[in-house]
């Protein structure tokens, strides 16, 4: 059973932070994906990875940037985090085209 | 790049009804549409998928259409109930394993 994990559940920062959001999976998956879920506006990728150190903008990267030093592992991180960047943030890895989700975690900017 | 519109955005039914989403693609390179739900407060699973060589998939009262000619996919969900109330989001994959996703559709279904 495909297990993701996200590193938190909840996170409150305050503008300016520097925020890392990490995921990690179990079945070996080289690509995976960082999402944005906010209402009305679905899943929109933010950055994903097809290998240990690649990495590709997806349509909304302006304001992350990510890390894969580890095939297991996708960092997410906001350099300086603004309160447009609150949301939930949802990790994904896939093999192939099927995708397998993290819990996601919901960021608070104040 | 791809675009997926999905409609309608929220979609209420009584238990027993059977409710229909839809989504349009753009780019013609897509081949491979899956369909995931998303229950309060969990993460999306994928629930059924089809690929552009066949026009039609089911799994028990879940099923999808896929027109490629009109580029457009349908889920259909029959005989609802109270466990199907969840966010579902259709999905068009034009580049290799990377889903372009549709804004999700609201169902609730009323006991």
């Known amino acids: 059973d495909v297990k993701v994990t996200q590193s938190s559940r909840y996170l409150v920062k305050r503008t300016g932070e520097k925020v890392f959001l990490e995921c990690v999976q179990d079945?070996?998956?080289?690509?995976m994906f960082w999402y944005r879920q906010d209402p009305g506006l679905g899943l929109r990728l933010i950055y994903f990875?097809?290998?240990?150190?690649?990495?590709e903008k997806g349509d909304i990267p302006e304001g992350y940037s990510v890390s894969r030093e580890k095939k297991e592992r996708f960092s997410l991180i906001l350099e300086s985090a603004s309160t447009n960047q609150t949301s939930m943030y949802l990790c994904?890895?896939?093999?192939?085209?099927?995708?397998?989700f993290g819990p996601g975690t919901r960021l608070l900017v104040l | 790049g791809e675009n997926v519109e999905q409609h309608p955005s929220t979609l209420s039914v009584q238990e027993g009804d059977s409710a229909v989403i839809k989504c349009t693609y753009s780019?013609?390179?897509?081949?491979?549409f899956p369909w995931y739900k998303q229950e309060l407060g969990k993460r999306p699973q994928l629930i059924i998928d089809?690929?552009?060589?066949?026009g039609e998939k089911k799994d028990q009262r879940i099923a999808v259409t896929l027109n490629k000619t009109a580029k457009h996919f349908s889920l259909h969900i029959t005989e609802t109930q109270p466990e199907d109330s969840a966010v579902y989001f259709c999905?068009?994959?034009?580049?290799?394993?990377?889903?372009?996703f549709g804004r999700g559709t609201s169902l609730i279904v009323h006991p």
């Open positions: 780019d013609s390179a897509s081949n491979y």
């Open positions: 089809i690929r552009s060589n066949v």
């Open positions: 990875s097809y290998d240990v150190k690649m990495k």
């Open positions: 999905a068009a994959t034009p580049r290799g394993y990377i889903p372009t």
């Open positions: 079945m070996d998956h080289e690509n």
């Open positions: 994904a890895s896939s093999a192939q085209e099927t995708q397998y």
